[in-house]
T-cell receptor, first 112, second 113 residues
């Protein structure tokens, strides 16, 4: 089976840096996604990691360690609009590429 | 705007009823995925279609069914509705069935009373 763990909630202040961790245990692993979801809205794609290492996209970076079953999403220069839920999702190898398995998400609150 | 269109945006119905949710994928996308998101469960994969054929099934109840039509739009049918079926239902689409990047619609909020 699959198990994905993320902190339920985090708080940070505007302009700061925050790191949202995700650990996973799967019977096989293909890749790891991060999505952003504002309350009541659709998830939007942030990043996709297949290989170990850090991928940077503007203010957002995502890191993956396959051997440790660990990923993090790093948000720099936080803005109020970054207040949202951040969902970690994996594609387990034994189910093929078709099925994303999502964690329950981390609700990030950015305060002034 | 992701290019994925879902209708209706909101739906309120009574227990025991049947509803149909509709999804139009992005232009050129052949794969459609349905997800359910309830407050206590997070996003749960229901089912995937690719070019009209069912490709993968997740935790989809027998009371639920879906199909993808020749024009690639998809419908999710929910029957014998229960209070616990109240949730946000999202459709996502991608070009291939490899799902390396999928785009989500705005969702249909279903409330069963």
């Amino acid at each position: 089976g699959q198990n994905i763990d993320q902190p339920t909630e985090m708080t940070a202040t505007e302009g700061a840096i925050v790191q949202i961790n995700c650990t996973y245990q799967t019977s096989g692993f293909n890749g790891l996604f991060w999505y952003q979801q504002h309350a009541g809205e659709a998830p939007t794609f942030l990043s996709y990691n297949v290989l170990d290492g850090l991928e940077e996209k503007g203010r957002f970076s995502s890191f993956l360690s396959r051997s440790k079953g660990y990923s993090y999403l790093l948000l720099k220069e936080l803005q109020m609009k970054d207040s949202a839920s951040y969902l970690c999702a994996v594609t387990p190898m034994n189910t093929g590429f078709q099925k994303l398995v999502f964690g329950t998400g981390t609700r990030l609150l950015v305060s002034p | 705007d992701s290019g994925v269109t879902q209708t209706p945006k909101h739906l309120i119905t009574a227990t025991g009823q049947r509803v149909t949710l509709r999804c139009s994928p992005r232009s050129g996308d052949l794969s459609v995925y349905w997800y359910q998101q309830s407050l206590d469960q997070g996003l749960q994969f229901l089912i995937q279609y690719y070019n009209g054929e069912e490709r993968a099934k997740g935790n989809i109840l027998e009371r639920f069914s879906a199909q993808q039509f020749p024009d690639l739009h998809s419908e999710l049918n929910l029957s014998s509705l229960e209070l616990g079926d109240s949730a946000l239902y999202f459709c996502a689409s991608s070009v291939t069935e490899m799902n390396t990047e999928a785009f989500f619609g705005q969702g249909t909020r279903l409330t069963v009373v």
